[in-house]
């Protein structure tokens, strides 16, 4: 391949390099940018991007059918242009970001303002997909001209280690930042094949390492861990200690990620060994800090803490500015989540100086929108929401899209708290259409299931489901159970308050199942009161009994105590509600409710039981028996100091000592109803959101 003249060079090159950055993975850039200082490097990059911009330039002007639209695309793309710029920041992180549109926009509208906005979008899309579809067909002819450096006149020059790795990151990370692996990892494995070839072992460890990278991002973890496993036995051989304790580190987080966290645990402790016995205070700051996150992930906050701080410690020392401001805003975190708001302010002011001073941009946005929440939490809303809108313009002004998209989530609920409905809606939604655009699938289900509640509060039911039903196809795509269950509870409690009970019968059904799997008991005892609401709804309270005694067989082949405890509540409840006529088989249930409390050491349920008890006896008219009843819920509830049953219970029992037996049915009864209706079951009740 021919080089190109020495000011071709530069006219394009600045071009060339944002073009790279728009489309590879950051260490090319910096591989280019910093490190290829040679002639022949330069000509030859140079004069492969041109190459795939002249063919993207003549495809698109040849397919686009407005051409004048299509000749302002072409003209927009100039280095000098913000707009442009800010652009190339933004999918430089998310290659595939429809936010393209949102940036180019306003500035190609100025340029052509007989353009409609879905014309110039369309024009735009168009631009950028032919450019990666040229990127992607040139890749045999990148690889061919990449190769044909190593024998150029000036190959014995020059550290063919850095071309092995401008190949790896070219021909790798194009299709990583694409969303395909298969391919990412076939080039990478061929860049491995050289090293192997040529005998270089770093080299061979650091493909590994890298294959194991984008296997992790990728969430292939098992793929991440052999690869990462195979770069540590190189490293062991080589007795490349520092590097040895850096794969320790990578599959320590590999094992985070998927929830094994005892397996973690295990390799940041040997990491941690090794970097005391070599004296290596990065790595045991590395270390330090992944002990850190793990115990975090695992709500263990006291632990959590005291590894960051070790952490801060050895990043203070080094003057590693980056990893402190990093764990200045995980000890805030920690400490907010403990409600320790004074600590957390304090560390949160700390990072934010750190990272501001440094130019921390990304990080500021993460600690600002951090900052809102603790201003949240303390009801502060005028700060919380100031101290948000700042971390949404930082987050927009580096094109960090996914902090972003968090951001709008966040005002959105504060928005929802002050009751400001149009407002929490639209933040809402501007949540969905970022996560979207940097395929956030979790981001996106909790952006939906946010409107869907929106909806709900505003008793748009219809809206609600629409909303509803994607936020749990989406949670169950991801794996994310709990909330596929939460989803498909309140799908299922719609339907229920709009008499739709076979509809709120299904729903349950599949709400449970899931909720099943995973355990999650708040959950499944919601579904049980609602599920036998909707079966009373049907066919009244036989069918809901029916239900129930069918569950309360499962549960005790399942040998599940305190969901056995809870049916036989629920069970004596509905009989009771039936009519007088079931009163034995309510008081049988709830004895056995009672046994199941006292045996469990459940003095909650104990007291409620007692009180459902008093208040069966008080309709058959036997004050005595209703009023022992009343006085032990009493004494039980004084004893948990839950002071508004206590009261409830002594009232209920002085008004049947003090009435005649008709009058005490319109006294008594509502009393009572009243409190055993709004504390429901044995179990407290999970907070629906």
Known sequence: MSPVDHDHILQHKALSLAIVKHFFAAPLSEVITEEMGWPVVETQCVTLIIVVLKKTVARFMAEYPDTDLAAAVLDLPMIDHPPFVQAIKTVYA???????????????????????????????????????????????????????????????????????????????????????????????????????????????????????????????????????????????????????????????????????????????????????????????????????????????????????????????????????????????????????????????????????????????????????????????????????????????????????????????????KLGDYTQALDHFQQTCETAKAVNDKEEEAHALASIGRIYEDQQQYALAIEHFKPAASLAGAIGDKEHEALWLGSLGRICLVNRAYDEAIRYHHQALLVSREIRLYPTIQLIYQDLALAYTGLEGYKSAVAYLERELRRVRFMNDKPQELFLLHELGKTYAAWNLMHHEQAIAYLEMALYAARAGSDKRAEGLILGQLGNIYAQLWQPKVASNYYEQAHALFDQSGENHLMHETEAASASLKRVPYRLSQLIVRPIVYKMLSRVGSPVRNYNRP
């Open 94 to 416: 998310w290659p595939t970001a429809s936010v393209l549109t949102t940036l180019l926009n306003d500035e190609l509208a100025n340029q052509v303002p007989q353009a409609l906005p879905k014309q110039t979008e369309r024009a735009i899309a168009a631009y950028f997909r032919t450019l990666r579809e040229e990127l992607v067909a040139g890749i045999p002819q990148i690889r061919a001209g990449l190769d044909a450096m190593t024998n150029s006149d000036q190959a014995e020059d020059y550290d063919w280690t850095i071309t092995e790795l401008l190949i790896d990151l070219t021909l790798g990370h194009v299709y990583a930042a694409l969303a395909g692996y298969n391919e990412a990892a076939a080039y990478m494995e061929a860049a491995l094949l050289t090293a192997r070839e040529r005998g270089n072992w770093i080299n061979q460890s650091a493909y590994l390492s890298n294959l194991g990278s984008i296997a992790a991002n990728f969430e292939k973890h098992d793929q991440a861990v052999a690869f990462y496993q195979q770069a540590l036995t190189i490293d062991d051989e080589l007795d490349e200690v520092s590097r040895k304790g850096n794969r320790f580190n990578d599959l320590g987080k590999t094992f985070m990620a998927t929830g094994r966290y005892d397996n973690a645990l295990a390799y940041f402790q040997k990491a941690g060994e090794i970097a005391r016995a070599e004296g290596d205070r990065p790595l045991a700051g590395d270390s330090l800090g992944n002990l850190g996150l793990l115990y975090k992930e695992q709500d263990q906050f006291e632990p959590a803490i005291d590894y960051f701080q070790e952490a801060l410690d050895i990043a203070q020392e080094l003057g590693d500015t980056q990893d402190e401001s990093l764990w200045l805003g995980n000890l805030a975190s920690c400490h907010m989540t403990l409600g320790r708001y004074v600590q957390a302010d304090s560390y949160y002011n700390q990072a934010l100086a750190v990272s501001r001073e440094n130019g921390y941009e990304g990080f500021t946005a993460t600690l600002l929108h951090g900052l809102g929440k603790l201003y949240s939490l303390q009801d502060q809303t005028a700060q919380a929401l100031a101290t948000y809108q700042e971390a949404l313009a930082v987050s927009r002004q580096t094109g960090e899209l996914e902090e972003e998209g968090r951001i709008l989530g966040s005002i959105g609920a504060l928005y929802r």
